[in-house]
C-alpha cells in the first residue's frame, strides 16, 4: 500500500531453512578451526532462536563468505574437496542440511560416527570414504537415491551390514564409495527410520507418514 513502511532485510523474519543453514555454516566453520568448541555452542544456540535475518548475519560478521541465505531457498555452497572426522569415545553427526564433500576420512577408536543423507545438500554425483574403525561403529543413514557400496572394506572381527539397497528403478543421486578396515567395531548402512506418529495420529490409529526425500 502507498506509504507503507517497508521493513529492512533485518528485521524481516527468518524461516526453518535459514536457521538450518545457519547452524550448517557455524558447524563448517567450527571444523576449519575458525571457531572454538565454546564459541560453536554459543552461537548454535542464538542460531536455533534467532527470529529475524539480522539476528543470523550477527553470527557471521567475523567468519568469511557470505551471509545467511535469502528468503526462498538455500545459498549455494562449494562442497569441500576433503572432511575429516575424528572420534575417540565420543560421538559426531552430521545430519540436516549438510554439505557433502568429495572425500571423507573417518576415524572412530570407540566412539560413534553417524551421516544422514536424507536431507543433506548433495552437489557432487560422488563420494569418497576412507573409514578406520576400531572398537567403534559408523552408520550411514541413506534416502533411497543413495546408492552405498561397501565391498571394498577388510573386516577383522567387526561387521559390516548394508541394509539400504534401493530399487532398480530409483535414480541414483549419489553414490558412497567406503574403503578402509574394520577391527572389532562395525560399519552399518541403513535407509531412515519411519516418522514417529503424534499423539493424535496414535490415537486415530492413521499410518505413519511417508519419510520425505530431500531433492
Do not use: C
Amino acid at each position: 500500500m502507498p506509504g507503507e513502511l517497508v521493513p529492512d532485510r533485518g528485521e524481516l523474519r527468518a524461516s526453518h531453512e535459514d536457521r538450518d543453514w545457519a547452524v550448517e555454516r557455524l558447524r563448517v566453520a567450527a571444523g576449519d578451526g575458525r571457531l572454538t568448541l565454546d564459541e560453536l555452542d554459543e552461537r548454535l544456540d542464538v542460531a536455533l532462536k534467532a527470529r529475524t535475518y539480522g539476528e543470523l548475519e550477527a553470527l557471521f560478521v567475523d567468519l568469511p563468505a557470505d551471509g545467511p541465505a535469502p528468503a526462498g531457498g538455500v545459498a549455494a555452497v562449494s562442497p569441500k574437496d576433503m572432511s575429516r572426522i575424528v572420534v575417540d569415545s565420543a560421538s559426531a553427526k552430521r545430519d540436516g542440511p549438510w554439505v557433502v564433500p568429495q572425500r571423507m576420512g573417518i576415524e572412530s577408536k570407540s566412539g560413534s560416527v553417524v551421516l544422514d543423507f536424507t536431507s543433506a545438500i548433495i552437489a557432487l554425483p560422488t563420494l569418497e570414504i576412507e573409514a578406520s574403525v576400531r572398537s567403534g561403529s559408523v552408520t550411514l543413514v541413506v534416502p533411497p537415491d543413495v546408492f552405498v557400496d561397501v565391498d571394498d572394506v577388510a573386516v577383522k572381527s567387526g561387521s559390516v551390514h548394508n541394509r539400504a539397497q534401493p530399487a532398480p528403478a530409483t535414480p541414483v543421486r549419489l553414490r558412497v564409495h567406503v574403503t578402509g578396515k574394520v577391527r572389532s567395531g562395525s560399519i552399518t548402512v541403513r535407509p531412515p527410520r519411519p516418522p514417529r506418529r503424534s499423539f493424535w495420529q496414535w490415537l486415530l490409529r492413521r499410518p505413519r507418514p511417508m519419510t520425505a526425500i530431500a531433492r
